[in-house]
Structure formats: structure tokens, C-alpha cells
């Protein structure tokens, strides 16, 4: 069971200026207020690919076709999940956090359901579910052992129905829970 989330807590947290010219990348924080969650996705297991498998949000790279990052989130969004963002509320965005290589920067934007919807995930999806918020503010941090670009790595993580959370997600995770 859940318990209420209040998008006005987000507020403190949420940026208004726009992302730095050096993110890369974009991701998509969807909250159904309704249950309190978060919408999550497992990537799909893909050789080269250096997030295969891992939970993230939805979202990826700007393309020429983007003329801003928030364009980004909601194209993603749509290809990954079948939401169209467009039809929710946008709130805001999240201070833009970069990947443990520091190789590329991604700035989290954040929505909130309007209505209800009805999830589609693409091939690039292996799964795709909502987490509740309330869990990550109980949950406490534990060590896991991940592969990550062809390596074994011991990392901080959630451990959330079976799902090790990690890295980039953790991050977002903690900043838009201010943990």
C-alpha cells in the first residue's frame, strides 16, 4: 500500500532555468499521483548497449529532431512507453546529474498523470512498472554486484521486487525524493 504523494513537495527541488548546453540526455520522471508511483522500465538486454538490462526511466539521447532536451523526454516517452507526455502536466525539472563515467550529463523532467493511461512498451522495453514512492523513502541502501559494460561492479543500490536500482536511476531517485 501506498502513501499520498503531493507534487507541491516537489517544488523546492524543481529548476526553472533551462538544462545546461552540455546535457547529452533526457529522461522522463512520470508520477501517477493517483497511487503515489513512479513509472520504471528494464531495459531490454542488448549487446553494446552500455545500460542494457538496468531500471531506468524512460528517455535516451537528444536527436537532431529534438530542439530542446524537454523534447527529448516526452519523444522517449512516447517510443518507449507509448505516453504521451504532451496530454500530462509537466512540473518541472531536476538539477541535470552525470553518469558514473562523467562521460554525459541527463536532465530528469518531471510530469504528473492527468488522466489514466495505458502502458506500451516498445522493443527497447523488456518490462515496464510502477514503483511506489513511499518504498524508496523506506527502503535503505544496500551493496550489489551489477555487470556494467562487461564488468562485475559492487554499487550502492535499491533492491525494489526483485530490481536492483542503481546509478543513474538511484540518483535521480534520491534527488527527486531529496535523499
Known amino acids: 500500500m501506498s502513501i499520498a504523494f503531493d507534487p507541491a513537495s516537489l517544488r523546492p527541488r524543481l529548476i526553472s532555468s533551462s538544462p545546461p548546453s552540455s546535457s547529452d540526455a533526457a529522461v522522463a520522471i512520470i508520477i501517477d499521483v493517483q497511487s503515489a508511483s513512479v513509472l520504471l522500465i528494464k531495459r531490454v538486454e542488448r549487446e553494446g548497449d552500455p545500460w542494457s538490462g538496468q531500471i531506468a526511466f524512460p528517455g535516451g539521447h537528444r536527436s537532431n529532431a529534438d530542439r530542446t532536451l524537454l523534447d527529448t523526454a516526452i519523444r522517449e516517452s512516447h517510443e518507449e512507453v507509448g505516453?504521451?507526455?504532451?496530454?500530462?502536466?509537466?512540473?518541472?525539472?531536476?538539477?541535470?546529474?552525470?553518469?558514473?563515467?562523467?562521460?554525459?550529463?541527463?536532465?530528469?523532467?518531471?510530469?504528473?498523470?492527468?488522466?489514466?493511461?495505458?502502458?506500451?512498451?516498445?522493443?527497447?522495453?523488456?518490462?515496464?512498472?510502477?514503483?511506489?514512492?513511499?518504498?524508496?523513502?523506506?527502503?535503505?541502501?544496500?551493496?550489489?554486484?551489477?555487470?556494467?559494460?562487461?564488468?562485475?561492479?559492487?554499487?550502492?543500490?535499491?533492491?525494489?521486487?526483485?530490481?536492483?536500482?542503481?546509478?543513474?536511476?538511484?540518483?535521480?531517485?534520491?534527488?527527486l525524493l531529496d535523499k
Open 83 to 175: 505516453i504521451d507526455l504532451r496530454q500530462h502536466q509537466f512540473l518541472g525539472m531536476l538539477p541535470t546529474v552525470p553518469t558514473h563515467t562523467r562521460r554525459m550529463e541527463v536532465t530528469p523532467f518531471v510530469f504528473q498523470l492527468t488522466r489514466e493511461i495505458r502502458l506500451n512498451p516498445n522493443d527497447e522495453v523488456a518490462q515496464a512498472f510502477w514503483a511506489f514512492l513511499s518504498q524508496f523513502i523506506k527502503i535503505t541502501p544496500t551493496e550489489s554486484e551489477v555487470r556494467a559494460d562487461g564488468k562485475r561492479l559492487s554499487v550502492v543500490s535499491y533492491i525494489y521486487h526483485g530490481h536492483i536500482i542503481w546509478g543513474l536511476t538511484l540518483r535521480i531517485l534520491n534527488l
